[in-house]
T-cell receptor
Framework: AQKITQTQPGMFVQEKEAVTLDCTYDTSDPSYGLFWYKQPSSGEMIFLIY??????QNATEGRYSLNFQKARKSANLVISASQLGDSAMYFCAMREGRGVTDKLIFGTGTRLQVFP | EPEVTQTPSHQVTQMGQEVILRCVPISNHLYFYWYRQILGQKVEFLVSFYNNEISEKSEIFDDQFSVERPDGSNFTLKIRSTKLEDSAMYFC??????????????FGDGTRLSIL
């Protein structure tokens, strides 16, 4: 079973509009973290936002916010006031476990295109 | 802002040759990782490294792969005898601690490895 599922291979949004990128996850570990990374066409991975499983409030970071619904096991990324520079691949990732390592498990990504 | 640096940005190697990918993690970080991303696919975990030893490795990380922290700053990934299927973008990442609420893994810009 997929640990991280991103069901939207591609999304389009008009500049200045908000967009939601979906992410669902699967884990039996009560302690985990959820991350979103942005990958522009140049290839680098840019950390955007983090949500811990015990966090009471949804994470926010500037124009990025995370709609965390623990019972549904979803952690959707909301980008408000989209900009042309937001066009990129977006990856949801999960970190689980409390051992000596904490590898990230990535989803397949969503390609976001922002048009004028 | 401190960042993870990777060299070279692009490496072209003949099949069967050895290749070393280099990374300088953020200076106060203690946990180090290698991931790879085959073109058009998701990011996959290879190996994590802490306290001068491997903490965890994936099935991809077979005997052809090795990691080393030869001094206090560099973290290297060696592929002993490259295969065509090793062609990918290789990302180094580091984090200061495990499972901290504000401690994501910070990624370098990647090394694109092309095997001919």
């Amino acid at each position: 079973a997929q640990k991280i599922t991103q069901t939207q291979p591609g999304m389009f949004v008009q500049e200045k509009e908000a967009v939601t990128l979906d992410c669902t996850y699967d884990t039996s570990d009560p302690s985990y973290g959820l991350f979103w990374y942005k990958q522009p066409s140049s290839g680098e991975m840019i950390f955007l936002i983090y949500q811990g499983s015990y966090d009471q409030q949804n994470a926010t970071e500037g124009r990025y916010s995370l709609n965390f619904q623990k019972a549904r096991k979803s952690a959707n990324l909301v980008i408000s006031a989209s900009q042309l520079g937001d066009s990129a691949m977006y990856f949801c990732a999960m970190r689980e476990g409390r051992g000596v390592t904490d590898k990230l498990i990535f989803g397949t990504g969503t390609r976001l295109q922002v048009f004028p | 802002e401190p960042e993870v640096t990777q060299t070279p940005s692009h490496q072209v190697t003949q099949m069967g040759q050895e290749v070393i990918l280099r990374c300088v993690p953020i200076s106060n970080h203690l946990y180090f990782y290698w991931y790879r991303q085959i073109l058009g696919q998701k990011v996959e975990f290879l190996v994590s490294f802490y306290n001068n030893e491997i903490s965890e490795k994936s099935e991809i990380f077979d005997d052809q792969f090795s990691v080393e922290r030869p001094d206090g700053s560099n973290f290297t990934l060696k592929i002993r005898s490259t295969k065509l299927e090793d062609s990918a973008m290789y990302f180094c990442a580091s984090s200061v601690s495990l499972l901290g609420a504000n401690q994501p893994q910070h990624f370098g810009d990647g090394t694109r490895l092309s095997i001919l």
